[in-house]
């Protein structure tokens, strides 16, 4: 039982790095020069979920000039990807939430029920 304790604290963590992730690329929405990244999780059987973070079009700023101009690339983020994003992350941290929670009563009332 604390194994799976362990586990959906891991995915709470995880799905909170993310939900930062993500808060943060909406912040910089319209920030220039900026690159998205991206949280993608990996169910790891040892630790649980962990959370690794890349950012995928970080190499294109390679393509702009930076000696005579100061023009930056717009932001590559996208709040229609990042919108959905979040719902969905809040809604997988609520579940695993609820699972703590749940787990908790659990123990409780096996606590009382032995007491």
């Known amino acids: 039982m604390f194994f799976s304790v362990d586990n ?3 995915a709470l963590r ?3 790095k993310k939900m930062q992730v993500i808060s943060n690329n909406i912040a910089n929405v ?3 020069g900026y690159k998205r990244s991206r949280a993608h999780l990996v169910n790891d059987p040892k630790d649980g979920v962990t959370v690794t973070i890349s950012q995928p079009g970080a190499d294109a700023l390679s ?3 930076t000696s005579e101009s100061t023009a930056q690339p ?6 229609n990807e990042e919108i959905p994003q979040s719902i969905a ?5 609520e579940a695993n939430l609820k699972i ?3 787990k908790d009563e659990m123990l409780k009332s096996t606590i009382d029920i032995i007491e």
């Open 74 to 79: 717009p932001s590559d983020v996208s709040l």
């Open 30 to 32: 319209s920030t220039d």
């Open 8 to 10: 959906t604290i891991a």
């Open 63 to 65: 393509q702009y000039p």
């Open 100 to 102: 703590v929670r749940v």
């Open 89 to 93: 992350t809040q809604r997988y941290y």
């Open 14 to 16: 995880a799905f909170g």
